[in-house]
T-cell receptor, first 118, second 111 residues
Framework: GAVVSQHPSRVICKSGTSVKIECRSLDFQATTMFWYRQFPKQSLMLMATSNEGSKATYEQGVEKDKFLINHASLTLSTLTVTSAHPEDSSFYIC??????????????FGSGTRLTVV | SQQGEEDPQALSIQEGENATMNCSYKTSINNLQWYRQNSGRGLVHLILIRSNEREKHSGRLRVTLDTSKKSSSLLITASRAADTASYFCATVDTGGFKTIFGAGTRLFVKA
């Protein structure tokens, strides 16, 4: 089945630095990538949607200059948290939709990245 | 933005019992999906039910969908301790393809 590889799984960074999270589709072409954020004991909140080769569409309340999304190829999308602060500490998950995915199998999710900003 | 509510927020049962979780949503949907998430881990897709379907089974899982009430339920029969996890419903609306998640139910199955 479709697999999305997300790295790193866990990262700790200092306040003010930037962190890049990668999601790669391993055996399909991810035409669309969704990025979610999940705070402890809460649900997943959609942050942005990106289509390959075009600018990401951000949900209301999500700062596009802080959360930079790049989807330059059909197999790679990145989320960069710029000038991270402790309140950005969260679990970030990507989800891919592509040719041959979805249908009765839902969308494919990465395994998530636990970001801790100290 | 959140799509809907799930209840209960938390559920604690004994192994062997059935667990029922409910989900309500607000907009017209293309399909509704249920996912499972173990603590601090990624999501596992369990089952998808289309808007023109009313019931679907997969192993010990049974999902119902009532589009007139904009609600769905997930039944896990003969629960096991390994079923302990958070369960989320998610909808894809008719206007697009974004997957929006409900608040989730935390299930704890006691051995």
């Amino acid at each position: 089945g479709a697999v999305v590889s997300q790295h790193p799984s866990r990262v700790i960074c200092k306040s003010g630095t930037s962190v890049k999270i990668e999601c790669r589709s391993l055996d399909f072409q991810a035409t669309t990538m969704f990025w979610y954020r999940q705070f402890p004991k809460q649900s997943l909140m959609l942050m942005a949607t990106s289509n390959e080769g075009s600018k990401a569409t951000y949900e209301q309340g999500v700062e596009k200059d802080k959360f930079l999304i790049n989807h330059a190829s059909l197999t790679l999308s990145t989320l960069t948290v710029t000038s991270a602060h402790p309140e950005d500490s969260s679990f970030y998950i990507c989800s891919a939709r592509g040719r041959g995915t979805g249908g009765d199998y839902g969308y494919t999710f990465g395994s998530g990245t636990r970001l801790t900003v100290v | 933005s959140q799509q809907g509510e799930e209840d209960p927020q938390a559920l604690s049962i004994q192994e062997g019992e059935n667990a029922t979780m409910n989900c309500s949503y607000k907009t017209s949907i293309n399909n509704l999906q249920w996912y499972r998430q173990n603590s601090g881990r990624g999501l596992v897709h369990l089952i998808l039910i289309r808007s023109n379907e009313r019931e679907k089974h997969s192993g010990r899982l049974r999902v119902t969908l009532d589009t007139s009430k904009k609600s769905s339920s997930l039944l896990i029969t003969a629960s096991r301790a390994a079923d302990t996890a958070s369960y989320f419903c998610a909808t894809v609306d008719t206007g697009g393809f974004k997957t929006i998640f409900g608040a989730g139910t935390r299930l704890f199955v006691k051995a």
